[in-house]
């Protein structure tokens, strides 16, 4: 039996995201900030599906609501869905992490990835499409 959209073989750097699955996995990196200021790698937003963070190299912060937590190599964060959220890298050095999302957000984050109009106007509606809510 084959199964060629279900298996990646090395992850680093790319999306698993099989036709019909509900869940996708992507293994990313987030650049260190040498000055310490926050670079988010998503703007305060919430959807519907819950999302989950496991830091493979370095450290991530995430905001979870009103609560920020620093996950270190080797933990992890989940966000329930409906939930306010973001995340960024609070260190100077790279950080290496696994996302585990809901396909809507994935759906998402490609719809923003190709928007050639990147305006707060334009975010919020290509948000509002994918039932998901901009909040800066």
């Given at each position: ?51 989950a963070w496991y830091v493979l190299e ?79």
């Amino acid at each position: 039996m084959s199964v060629p959209d279900s298996f990646e073989p090395h992850l680093r750097g790319k999306t698993l995201a099989p036709p019909g699955a509900d869940l996708v996995l992507a293994e990313w990196e987030a650049d260190g900030v040498p000055d310490g200021s926050r670079q988010y790698q998503a703007p305060l937003h919430r959807h519907g599906d819950d999302e989950a963070w496991y830091v493979l190299e370095g450290m991530l912060a995430v905001r979870i609501g009103d609560d920020e937590v620093e996950v270190p190599a080797g933990g992890a964060a989940i966000v329930p869905g409906g939930t306010a959220h973001t995340f960024w890298n609070p260190r100077p050095e790279p950080a290496r992490y696994l996302l585990v999302m809901g396909a809507k957000t994935n759906a998402l984050i490609n719809a923003i990835h190709a928007a050639t109009d990147r305006g707060p106007d334009a975010m919020r509606r290509l948000f509002e499409q994918h039932d998901a809510e901009l909040l800066e």
